[in-house]
């Protein structure tokens, strides 16, 4: 049972354990050493409360993973007063959208009900309080079906116009585009009530994941030679660095290349990225982790913890795991899990 409090006084005495459990360089630095997916299993154990690994492959560990992340992120909502966690919730919505993505290739490939359930999150639909709402779109057997279950949903728009190009086009990319499309625009709504705190650390947040969005939904259309009329139906206004006018520049380059000749010359000179910024090239192997990176240090530079503040350490101890977390699981353990288990395979293989 959650617990709504007044301020942030509560919250800081709970989460005091947060820092505690973000992996810190010397250990990500042995993830990319590790040769047995055991030992890095046993290196990133007690950052993960209650990590258990019976199977070793890659989407049961990315699962557990995960689930562990978005079970702290529960906690911290339900020790949170009421704007922090109206906006966790949002920020958890994604799952909620990755799990509609789940249901319709479900449908579209065929799955059976077990098949489509083990590919379901439900915790997070049980942060959410919208576990019924899942199970109901499990039942469905086809796209029809589903559009007219989301009538009266946030979700009907994306899905009803996704449909009709995928039944034009045989092509999903639009339909979870779409649903990316909304999932950021609902992040980046106004927000009423705020404190001054919570609404500087909440509004940088959500506009620079924002524009990082833009960012790769752009290169990746120029990458795959997507149509720029389609491509520019999927931007989302949120700017820090790149207002529209920035983005529909970016967007009308001829290949990625240019893209990243562009990209580097609207953000490098910028005051607040100049001393931190370095040259982005397609020549690099994850070229928007890198931008990612860069903006997550920025992020963190606009505030500095004072002890005696409580709202700020706390907030800034929560987007610290927020965003941390997410990235260490996304740059670090899951692409070292996936080479140290391609490596085991292809041995087999001989």
């Known amino acids: 049972m959650s617990i709504i409090v007044p301020s942030y006084a509560y919250t800081y005495i709970k989460i005091g354990v947060l820092k505690k459990i973000i992996i810190p360089l010397d250990d990500l630095d042995k993830l990319e050493k590790s040769e047995k997916i055991e030992d890095l299993i046993d290196i990133i154990k ?15 560990i990315e699962k557990k993973i995960y689930n562990i992340y978005i079970k702290l992120i ?18 958890l919505l994604k799952y909620e959208i990755m799990n509609l993505k789940q249901i319709i290739s479900g449908i579209i490939l065929g799955l059976d009900l077990e098949e489509k359930r083990n590919n379901i999150n439900f915790l ?27 009538r009266n949903t946030r979700y009907y728009k994306s899905v009803r116009e996704g449909i009709l190009y995928f039944r034009n086009n045989k ?24 404190s001054t705190l919570e609404r500087k650390m909440i509004i940088l947040f959500t506009h620079y994941i924002t524009e990082i969005y833009n960012i790769k939904i752009i290169y990746r259309g120029i990458l795959n030679k997507v149509d720029r009329n389609l491509l520019s139906q999927f931007l989302v206004e949120g700017p820090i660095f790149l207002d529209m006018d920035d983005l529909n ?30 040259e982005i090239s397609q020549k690099m192997e994850h070229p928007i982790w890198e931008i990612e990176k860069i903006y997550q240090k920025f992020y963190f530079s606009k505030f500095k913890l004072k002890p005696d503040k409580i709202s700020l350490s706390t907030l800034y101890r929560i987007f610290e795991l ?29």
Do not use: A, C
């Not at 007690?46 to 049961?60: A, D, F, H, M």
């Not at 997070?124 to 989301?150: C, G």
């Open 124 to 150: 997070v639909q049980d942060f959410l309080d919208r576990e019924e709402f899942m199970t109901d779109l499990l039942k469905l057997s086809s796209l029809e079906e589903l559009r007219l279950s989301l």
């Open 46 to 60: 007690p950052y993960y409360p209650s990590l258990e690994i019976q199977k070793y492959t890659i989407v049961n």
């Open 322 to 350: 927020i965003i941390k977390k997410d990235k260490e699981i996304q740059f670090e353990i899951i692409p070292n899990v996936v080479r140290i288990l391609h490596k085991k395979f292809k041995i087999f293989e001989k």
């Open 171 to 194: 092509e999903i990319f639009v339909l979870e585009s779409f649903l990316d499309q909304l999932y950021y625009q609902n992040l980046v709504r106004e927000r009423k009530n705020l």
């Open 249 to 278: 520049s970016l967007l009308n380059q001829s290949n990625v290349e240019d893209f990243f000749t562009l990209l580097n010359s609207m953000l490098k000179e910028d005051p607040d990225l100049k001393m931190l910024y370095k």
């Open 74 to 91: 529960g906690k911290i909502i339900s020790y949170s007063p009421m704007n922090l966690r109206n906006f966790l919730q949002d920020y």
